[in-house]
Nanobody, 124 residues
Framework: VPLQAFGGGLVQPGGSLTLSCAASERTFSRNTWGWFRQAPGKEREFVAAFRRGNNRAYYEDSVRGRFTISRDNAKNTVYLQMNSLQPEDTAVYSC??????????????????WGQGTLVTVSS
């Protein structure tokens, strides 16, 4: 399995959660890593990405300042630290890897390996 995501669960509004995505060494070598989410009844949307080439992180506007994407090269793992969670963050979160060009960093088109989703529910 190229990618496996972990860490979803139920959290109260204002709480924090960290998702992790473990990869095979081959998949981990891709130049771009991303997190996407899909809420019930909505289309999948970009959340965050990290590009190895320029060592930069990219975020969707609604999560910038609250979410942080990071990677542990020794563990072939990418993380999504989520703080100040709100009910509108409730969704199935999926990790993805690919050799995206810069213009497709926030598009699913830039990724060709996907992990199974993990459900994050923000509710009191």
């Amino acid at each position: 399995v190229p990618l496996q995501a972990f860490g979803g669960g139920l959290v109260q509004p204002g709480g924090s959660l960290t998702l992790s995505c473990a990869a095979s060494e081959r998949t981990f070598s891709r130049n771009t890593w991303g997190w996407f989410r899909q809420a019930p009844g909505k289309e999948r949307e970009f959340v965050a990405a990290f590009r190895r080439g320029n060592n930069r992180a990219y975020y969707e506007d609604s999560v910038r300042g609250r979410f942080t994407i990071s990677r542990d090269n020794a563990k072939n793992t990418v993380y999504l630290q989520m703080n100040s969670l709100q009910p509108e963050d409730t969704a199935v979160y999926s990790c993805a890897a690919g050799n995206a060009i810069l213009s497709t960093t926030s598009s699913a088109r830039g990724y060709d390996s996907w992990g199974q989703g993990t459900l994050v529910t923000v509710s009191s």
